[in-house]
């Protein structure tokens, strides 16, 4: 047998072939990829805080923040570092290890705001978690000094196919997405990058997207898959429901196309049961996020996901517990 490597030069038809296998053979070949690059009894706790909500200039059909689409989204301005502060040390104390900003900017701002955003980066870093940042595009300055800064991962979702893009973001270009992911690699930030399923597309649409990113070199090191959340006054309010066995078959192809990335179940776990839950960690998931909101949506919270790693005999990764200050000393 090959030894197991990374490749970068997947074709369509192999990333279909792999996508459309018998559900046993498709999960049975994600576990073995699986569990020779991760521990497959455990996930990563990561939590979300919206840093600047809505009022985006972008159109991004999913998107309940879009200034385009009129939703109950209430605007803020950026949080202060205070507040910051107390979201992050609540998320530690929760269990996650990783603590992930957004904000609704098409694209990062200069001066003061930035500058706030930097200092934000540090306080997460100092409480002892990964710091992960959307923030939409950037230039490679601002990607530099949030390296600077000490930011673990960029959030930049390519969403789905380039040719199924323009159905549903008019405002930027696939092109752009890509640009920006190139300045966070060349910043020498590991990337994060994934997508939406649920949106109306056919499988053909998500086996474009996997093309795209398991064909990036390096791959990214984190790939979240998000179920869309409906949202009403969203164009996709009334999207067909979508089995979530697709879910699964996503998440097993993108572990089987990417074996060393994280893969994220992400969006939309409110309207998974623990079962269609279960699927996707078989399948390869790596983490979830935790707590009772993602950015401006509802997500289950600690107790049912006590429940859920209770019934499934799974737990959260552990916080690295820092080395004594005079070990071996
Ligand atoms: N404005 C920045 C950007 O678009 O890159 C950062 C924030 S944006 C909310 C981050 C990601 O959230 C999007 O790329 C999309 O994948 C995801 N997202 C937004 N609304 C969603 C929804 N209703 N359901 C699932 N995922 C959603
Ligand atoms: C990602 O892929 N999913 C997260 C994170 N990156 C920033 C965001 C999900 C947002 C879901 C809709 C909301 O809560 O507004
Ligand atoms: Fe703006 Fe990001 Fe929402 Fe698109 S996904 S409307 S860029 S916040």
């Given at each position: 047998m090959?030894p197991?490597?990374l490749r970068h030069?997947?074709?369509?038809?192999?990333?279909?072939?792999?996508y459309?296998?018998?559900l046993?053979?498709?999960?049975?070949?994600?576990?073995?990829?699986h569990?020779?690059?991760?521990?497959?009894?455990?996930v990563?706790?990561c939590?979300l805080?919206?840093?600047?909500?809505?009022?985006?200039?972008e159109?991004?059909?999913?998107c309940?923040?879009?200034a385009h689409?009129?939703t109950?989204?209430t605007?803020?301005?950026?949080?202060s570092?205070?507040?910051?502060?107390?979201?992050?040390t609540?998320?530690?104390?929760q269990?996650a290890?990783r603590f992930c900003?957004?904000?609704?900017?098409?694209?990062?701002?200069k001066?003061a705001p930035?500058?706030?955003?930097?200092?934000?980066?540090?306080?997460?870093?100092?409480?002892g978690?990964?710091a992960?940042?959307?923030?939409g595009?950037?230039?490679?300055?601002q990607?530099d000094?949030?390296?600077?800064a000490?930011?673990t991962?960029?959030?930049?979702?390519?969403d789905t196919?380039p040719?199924?893009?323009?159905?549903?973001?008019t405002?930027?270009?696939?092109?752009?997405r890509?640009d920006?992911?190139?300045?966070?690699?060349?910043?020498?930030?590991?990337v994060?990058?994934?997508?939406?399923?649920g949106?109306?597309?056919?499988r053909?649409?998500r086996?474009?997207l996997?093309?795209q990113?398991s064909?990036?070199?390096?791959?990214?090191e984190s790939?979240?898959?998000?179920?869309?959340?409906?949202?009403?006054?969203?164009?996709?309010?009334?999207?067909?429901?979508?089995d979530p066995?697709?879910?699964?078959?996503?998440?097993?192809?993108?572990r089987?196309?990417?074996?060393?990335?994280f893969?994220?179940?992400?969006?939309?776990?409110?309207?998974l049961?623990?079962?269609?839950?279960?699927?996707c960690f078989?399948?390869?998931a790596?983490?979830?996020?935790?707590?009772?909101r993602?950015?401006?949506?509802?997500?289950?919270?600690?107790?049912?996901?006590?429940?859920?790693?209770?019934?499934?005999?799974?737990?959260?990764?552990?916080a690295e517990?820092?080395?004594?200050?005079?070990?071996g000393?």
């Amino acid at each position: 047998m090959k030894p197991a490597s990374l490749r970068h030069d997947w074709s369509i038809a192999d990333i279909e072939a792999i996508y459309t296998a018998p559900l046993p053979d498709l999960i049975f070949r994600a576990q073995t990829v699986h569990r020779a690059h991760h521990r497959a009894d455990e996930v990563q706790g990561c939590m979300l805080l919206s840093i600047k909500t809505g009022g985006c200039p972008e159109d991004c059909a999913y998107c309940p923040q879009s200034a385009h689409h009129k939703t109950d989204v209430t605007r803020t301005d950026l949080v202060s570092l205070d507040e910051l502060t107390d979201a992050a040390t609540r998320a530690r104390e929760q269990g996650a290890t990783r603590f992930c900003m957004g904000a609704a900017w098409r694209d990062a701002p200069k001066g003061a705001p930035f500058d706030r955003v930097l200092d934000m980066v540090r306080t997460v870093r100092d409480l002892g978690m990964e710091a992960c940042c959307t923030l939409g595009m950037l230039t490679q300055e601002q990607a530099d000094a949030l390296a600077g800064a000490g930011l673990t991962a960029y959030n930049h979702n390519l969403d789905t196919s380039p040719e199924f893009y323009g159905s549903i973001i008019t405002t930027r270009t696939y092109t752009e997405r890509l640009d920006t992911l190139a300045r966070v690699r060349q910043a020498g930030i590991t990337v994060c990058s994934g997508g939406i399923i649920g949106m109306g597309e056919d499988r053909r649409v998500r086996y474009g997207l996997l093309h795209q990113l398991s064909t990036l070199d390096p791959h990214p090191e984190s790939v979240p898959v998000n179920l869309l959340v409906k949202v009403d006054g969203t164009p996709l309010a009334d999207a067909a429901l979508e089995d979530p066995l697709e879910l699964v078959r996503t998440i097993a192809t993108a572990r089987i196309l990417m074996p060393a990335s994280f893969v994220r179940l992400s969006a939309g776990r409110l309207s998974l049961t623990d079962e269609a839950q279960a699927l996707c960690f078989l399948a390869g998931a790596n983490s979830i996020f935790l707590g009772e909101r993602l950015l401006t949506t509802p997500n289950p919270g600690a107790s049912r996901d006590e429940q859920l790693f209770e019934r499934l005999g799974m737990r959260l990764t552990a916080a690295e517990t820092p080395a004594p200050a005079h070990a071996g000393g």
